[in-house]
Nanobody
C-alpha cells in the first residue's frame, strides 16, 4: 500500500506563494494519475488539481485555475503543487492522493496527514 507524505505548507500573506510536495513510498506512483485536494475548517474535502501519470495533462478546479500548477517527477515518486497569488480562501489542509477516476475521484484509504496552508489578509 502506498504511503503519502505532504509537506511545504506554512503561513503566508495574501498574494504570496508556496510549493507543496507529496512524496510517495511503498510503491511507485509513476503509473497513477494523482490529485491534490484540500479541506478547510467546517467544510468537505474538495478537489484542487490533477495530473495524468505521464505528466502531460492537468486539470484544475475553477477556484485555482491560473494560480496553481500541478506537476510530478516520477523518478522521485513525488507530486508538486505550486501556488501563487494565494488568497485567504485558500486556507486549508492540503492532501494528495492517487485518483481512481479522472480527474477528481480519489482512492479511498490512502490519505496522508496533509500539510496546513494558512493565508492571512
Amino acid at each position: 500500500q502506498v504511503q503519502l507524505v505532504e509537506s511545504g505548507g506554512g503561513m503566508v500573506q495574501a498574494g504570496g506563494s508556496l510549493r507543496l510536495s507529496c512524496a510517495a513510498s511503498g510503491r511507485t506512483i509513476s503509473g497513477a494519475d494523482m490529485g491534490w485536494f484540500r479541506q478547510a475548517p467546517g467544510r468537505e474535502r474538495e478537489f484542487v488539481a490533477a495530473v495524468r501519470w505521464s505528466g502531460t495533462t492537468t486539470y484544475y478546479a475553477n477556484s485555482v485555475k491560473g494560480r496553481f500548477t500541478i506537476s510530478r517527477d516520477n523518478a522521485k515518486n513525488t507530486v508538486y503543487l505550486q501556488m501563487i497569488t494565494l488568497k485567504p480562501e485558500d486556507t486549508a489542509v492540503y492532501y494528495c492522493n492517487l485518483l481512481t477516476y479522472w480527474p477528481d475521484k480519489p482512492m479511498i484509504g490512502s490519505w496522508g496527514q496533509g500539510t496546513q496552508v494558512t493565508v492571512s489578509s
